[in-house]
């Protein structure tokens, strides 16, 4: 199984451009997340969705938006890229919710830098 | 303000030591998962502990789940190179209704040379 897979693997953008970046999820998973992990601030959650058709924030989601057309994909889109956004990213997947105590299955995560 | 604090945020040992990492908040959990993360990959979980006072073990790693569900600690015994990398807590709170909220720590790095 591939699991959880992100694309691109990194990226190098200038201030104000556009980019999206793909999850893609193939173990029937509910749930799908987005985070960012920055140096001395671990883990922080930016969107994240409860199924198909569905989108929430998390902590840091400004200047970021996502959709979930697919159950399997989970889309995060940069409008205008910030410095502030360099950072590496990361997706994730559970079948139900972590209340529940279910895992979190992580993708290899995407290197940006926004110069 | 961080809820999850770990500590140490850095640790250096040689191969044959043993460690101790900790997770500690002021905030109930109703679940506090540990996860390992190496360079250039995304975090695996290691375990999930979910009962006051529970004791998990995997091979030579020791959880613990403090009995009042605020704090977690991660013990290795005689630790080996292969269990280098960034070791990251990440706590279930408790809440009403279904909004989601699950915190990580920032994360120990844990370096054991030969």
């Known amino acids: 199984n591939a699991g959880v897979t992100q694309t691109p693997k990194f990226r190098v953008l200038k201030t104000g451009q556009s980019m999206t970046l793909l999850c893609a999820q193939d173990?029937?998973?509910?749930?799908m997340y987005w985070y960012r992990q920055d140096p001395g601030m671990g883990l922080r959650l930016i969107h994240y969705?409860?199924?198909?058709?569905?989108?929430a924030k998390g902590e840091v989601p400004d200047g970021y938006n996502v959709s979930r057309l697919k159950k399997q994909n989970f889309l995060l889109g940069l409008e205008s890229a910030a410095p502030s956004q360099t950072s590496v990213y990361f997706c994730?997947?559970?079948?139900?919710?972590?209340?529940?105590?279910?895992?979190?299955?992580f993708g290899s995560g995407t290197q940006l830098s926004v110069l | 303000t961080q809820l999850l604090e770990q500590s140490p945020q850095f640790l250096s040992i040689q191969e044959g030591e043993n460690l101790t990492v900790y997770c500690n908040s002021s905030?109930?959990?109703?679940?506090l998962q540990w996860y390992r993360q190496e360079p250039g990959e995304g975090p695996v979980l290691l375990v999930t502990?979910?009962?006051?006072?529970e004791v998990k073990k995997l091979k030579r790693l020791t959880f613990q789940f403090g009995d009042a569900r605020k704090d977690s600690s991660l013990h290795i015994t005689a630790a080996q190179p292969g269990d280098t990398g960034l070791y990251l807590c990440?706590?279930?709170?408790?809440?009403?209704?279904?909004?989601?909220?699950?915190?990580f720590g920032k994360g120990t790095l844990l370096t054991v040379n030969p």
């Open positions: 905030s109930v959990f109703s679940s």
């Open positions: 502990v979910v009962t006051g006072g």
């Open positions: 990440a706590g279930a709170l408790m809440s009403g209704g279904s909004n989601y909220k699950l915190t």
């Open positions: 994730a997947s559970s079948y139900f919710s972590p209340w529940a105590n279910e895992k979190l299955f």
């Open positions: 969705s409860v199924g198909e058709g569905t989108t």
């Open positions: 173990m029937n998973h509910e749930y």
